[in-house]
């Protein structure tokens, strides 16, 4: 009897973090485009890009850019432009290093649910946030789909690994060390560390930071808890320290980060 492999049975999964709608302004000057996840960009108008190396690149209206992974770039800003993103995971898929972004048309339909997105994330309405997330499930996916097959890079499927990563999003109050989770994952500590960062591109500390602070970023968006009260949710003590990675990593402050996302009126 043939045996059959069971992952080329698997379809990549993909997995929603964030979602949101803002005006950039100088505080998307400098960042620093990391993560574990692949960003989507949507802007109403130009007036803010990346760099890619030395190239400077406009983000466009009428086109969605989608960025790998760990794609490291810097962003620039000197408009106001109105931005739609969205950070999701896709199991199985990377990006290749050779295409850290990805500019595509945006066609009718597309075009459609991006409107309508844009409206729910605007005005913030409690009855349309299911459909918000699937409309940003359909536009990732979407989109996804019109990169070309060079962009892209399958990756080899580990449940081990992926049981590990879940495990940590259920647990990010908690500290972990490469050790114990090794033990979950039923491997050597050396090996685990070496899968984990060949699956996600970070070590298990730094996807959990990237885990953590997207967490606080949608926290601090849905205006329902104090500063002090996401640090304890995230499992971060020190609140000087949260408000400083946090500007790192997102350009404001935790407060001015919450007032630029407040709900439109």
């Known amino acids: 009897m043939n045996k059959i492999n069971a992952a080329i049975l698997e379809y990549p999964q993909l997995r929603m973090n964030s979602v949101g709608y803002v005006r950039l302004g100088k505080f998307w000057n400098s960042l620093n485009l990391g993560g574990h996840y692949w960003r989507l960009y949507y802007h109403d108008s130009p007036g803010a890009g990346i760099y890619a190396g030395r190239k400077k690149v406009e983000l466009q209206p009428d086109r969605v850019y989608l960025l790998p992974p760990n794609c490291d770039l810097e962003t620039w800003c000197t408009g106001e432009p109105v931005q739609l993103y969205l950070h999701f995971e896709m199991t199985q898929i990377a990006g290749n290093p050779d295409y850290p972004y990805n500019e595509l048309p945006v066609s009718d339909d597309m075009r459609t649910l991006l409107a309508r997105l844009s409206h729910l994330l605007e005005h913030k309405e409690d009855a349309g946030r299911a459909q918000a997330k699937l409309l940003a499930i359909a536009i990732a996916g979407c989109a996804m789909a019109l ?54 591109g970070s070590t298990p500390y730094q996807y ?43 350009g404001a402050p935790p407060a001015l980060y919450r007032k630029q996302h407040a709900p439109h009126l």
């Open 147 to 200: 990169l070309p097959p060079e962009a892209l890079t399958e990756l080899n499927s580990d449940k081990r690994i992926a049981a590990v990563c879940d495990y940590l999003r259920e647990n990010l109050q908690k500290e972990h060390s490469i050790d114990l989770l090794a033990v979950r994952a039923r491997m050597a500590p050396n090996a685990f560390l070496r899968q984990f960062r060949e699956i996600t």
């Open 208 to 250: 959990l930071l990237q885990l953590r602070y997207s967490y606080a970023s949608r926290l601090l968006e849905s205006q329902a808890f104090s500063i002090d009260e996401i640090c304890d949710l995230i499992g971060v003590k020190d609140r000087f320290h949260f408000s400083r990675r946090f500007k790192k990593l997102y």
